[in-house]
T-cell receptor, first 113, second 110 residues
Framework: EAGVAQSPRYKIIEKRQSVAFWCNPI?????LYWYQQILGQGPKLLIQ????????DSQLPKDRFSAERLKGVDSTLKIQPAKLEDSAVYLC???????????FGPGTRLLVL | QKEVEQDPGPLSVPEGAIVSLNCTYS??????FMWYRQYSRKGPELLMY????GNKEDGRFTAQVDKSSKYISLFIRDSQPSDSATYLC??????????FGPGTRLSVLP
């Protein structure tokens, strides 16, 4: 069974630029999560999708971050414009829904200069 | 006070040692507790999951939850160099999403 795929693995941008990350969850997983993990901290949930609907986006900085999950499969997370403090690893995770276990992808490491 | 706290380490132990990793939390409503292992430049992977108080054992790993003290632990017996990673605790209340601790970095020296 293929795991959660994310791309790109690394991205370096300058502040005020925009960036997008892509996630392909495990096949059949209805629930998809985006987390932000700043160096030395645990993952912080940004947004949770159930199929293509948003379940929880209470911690998503909506003035600059947006996410979508068209057709309930792949998802993209966008930052526009980026700030220095957005430097972090962005993790995507998925599960069937109702499960406790979340399966994480390898993450996208973002550096904002 | 942060909602979930962990000693950041790094914690260095010799191969074969018993390792104790701990988390404290402030929200008494948490009922579900997990331990994740995260290797460098990888996503977290689930190690142990427990509900409410008590112990759970899986091979060399034992998870303990003490809700009265708001304290959870992960014990690793016969630690191996392959156990070198960051260990994250996570917890939640019913119907809520998980809150992660900052992680403890463990290094097992051969």
């Amino acid at each position: 069974e293929a795991g959660v795929a994310q791309s790109p693995r690394y991205k370096i941008i300058e502040k005020r630029q925009s960036v997008a990350f892509w996630c392909n969850p495990i096949s059949g997983h209805a629930t998809l999560y985006w987390y932000q993990q700043i160096l030395g901290q645990g993952p912080k949930l940004l947004i949770q999708f159930q199929n293509n609907g948003v379940v929880d986006d209470s911690q998503l900085p909506k003035d600059r971050f947006s996410a979508e999950r068209l057709k309930g499969v792949d998802s993209t997370l966008k930052i526009q414009p980026a700030k220095l403090e957005d430097s972090a690893v962005y993790l995507c995770a998925s599960n069937i829904g109702g499960q406790e276990t979340q399966y994480f992808g390898p993450g996208t490491r973002l550096l904002v200069l | 006070q942060k909602e979930v706290e962990q000693d950041p380490g790094p914690l260095s132990v010799p191969e074969g040692a018993i390792v104790s990793l701990n988390c404290t939390y402030s929200n008494s409503a948490f009922q579900y507790f997990m331990w994740y292992r995260q290797y460098s430049r990888k996503g977290p992977e689930l190690l142990m999951y427990t509900y409410s108080s008590g112990n759970k054992e899986d091979g060399r790993f034992t998870a303990q939850v003490d809700k009265s003290s708001k304290y959870i632990s992960l014990f690793i017996r016969d630690s191996q160099p392959s156990d070198s990673a960051t260990y994250l605790c996570a917890m939640r209340n019913y119907g809520q999403n998980f809150v992660f601790g900052p992680g403890t970095r463990l290094s097992v020296l051969p």
